[in-house]
RNA sequence: GUCCGGAUAGUGUAGCGGCCUAUCAUGAGGGCCUGUCGAGCCCCCGACCCGGGUUCAAAUCCCGGUCCGGACGCCA
């Protein structure tokens, strides 16, 4: 290929070596007599500078026609210069037009302009030029590297499940139907109870990190109509061991952030604070006086509103799991305690401004599954292929669901969970 | 889905009955300038979401639509 360098890579000690870089025309600052070109590349910008008295007239000529934002190869000399932004500027041999941009621009790369998030949406790929926003999905890109690793240090092993189903898995929330050839299809909501066969084939510790669909209506800064959700389920631990799993997954992502996203999170201008282990841990009950004691009004039994979770995570002030909830208001696979069935082994990790993942150790029994089913309101004949596990011996089992963009967005202290997603999925946006 | 707010050059904004031939920034086009780094200076280009109504007069007020933002609900 051409490029022998990203912008990053060259240093004032190269002075005198040639090099060529690839880029964006960033800004070009004609002052008459010297000429500024800008290029910037995925990792950082690189300083032209061409001199009038001394260029070649058709290299000069090719920089002053530039528009912004053309994608340029830049071959030159590195010369070492106090003056030029990380001490060396680049004196072209040749500057090569390889993609043209129109102007004007759909929207302001520099900084110099805001533009809107739907604007931004728009034209996200030119957005994606922007340093906030690359920086970002660099973080993106790390958080889920780091899960891997953890993951895969802890044992697990990681699955891919199908996306195209024939049921309606859990009930609660809606699903997109589809056509698949002659039959009506679902978009998964969840991998859950995919995992979950696996732990009766014998995986013992599983995660599958993949898009989720929800076909419900709403409207808000925090859902999407897909997401990415990083799923664990893990066999002959109960739900305790897999909020310990949890806890260190969060910390261990932090951490990593932290240390090698530091040019990232520096130019989001933030410092990240790693949350102390182990969390909080609270009672659904111990919610339910909280919220009460602020003034409140909540049924035993009702989920958490908004406002709630909201008055919960001021009084806690940092990440939190809510434990022991109403079995009513838990899909039918959270286990029941078996001296207190009205509560189960269910839990919810919470970030002070909203829900990041929930859990449960797992019913395992299959004569408890089919009748938790039942009792849910759902036709347990349509789970026949999920119900056959459980009858040829099924471990006793706990697992999670996390929420990638809420892990980001709360981690990064982002408003709108569109910002962490390249092209999000709302209820109005299908496109790009 | 409910409630509240909004829509003005490519982008981001000011104006909220007549002072609007619509503000400012950025940008585009042209010019000057040998150290810019959000370069500077001069000239110039470009906009009131759609439909109806009120009024002598509407960007501005009213009604409907479309789109956008926010809160809540649903949901994870």
Redo the contacts with the bound molecule.
Sequence with gaps: MIRTHYSTQITPEMDGSSVTICGWAH?I??????T?L?VRDREGLA?V?L????IDKNVLDIVRGL??ESVVAVTGQVKK?A???NGY?LVPMSVTVLGKAE??????T??????????RLDVRFMDMRRPGTKAIFRIRHLVLKSVREFLDREGFIEIITPKIVATAT?G???LFPMTYFEREAFLNQSPQLFKQLMMSGGFDRVFEIGP?F?A??????K???E?ISIDTEASFLDHEDVMVILENLIVYVYSNVAERGTEYLKTLGMELKIPDLPFKRITYDEAVDIVRDSGEQIEWGD?L???SE?TIGKTIGEHYFIVDWPTKIK?FYALPYENKPEICRAF?LMHPRM?LS?GAQRVHSYELLRSRIEEQGLYADGFDFYLKAFRYGMPPHSGW?L?L??LIMTMLGI??I?EVVLFPRDR??LSP
Excluded: C, W, Y
Excluded at 216 to 221: A, K, L
């Design positions: 800004e600052r004609d002052l008459g007599g010297i500024f800008i300083q500078t001199f009038k008295k001394t528009s912004r210069e003056k030029a932004p500027e102007s004007p621009l759909p929207m302001d520099t900084g110099k302009v805001d533009a809107d998030l739907d604007t859990e609660g929330t809606a989720i929800r419900e209506e709403h409207d808000t800064r859902h999407l109509n997401a989920d509103t908004t406002e909201h899909p919810d829900e929930s669901g929420g963009e809420r408003e709108n569109r109005r946006r």
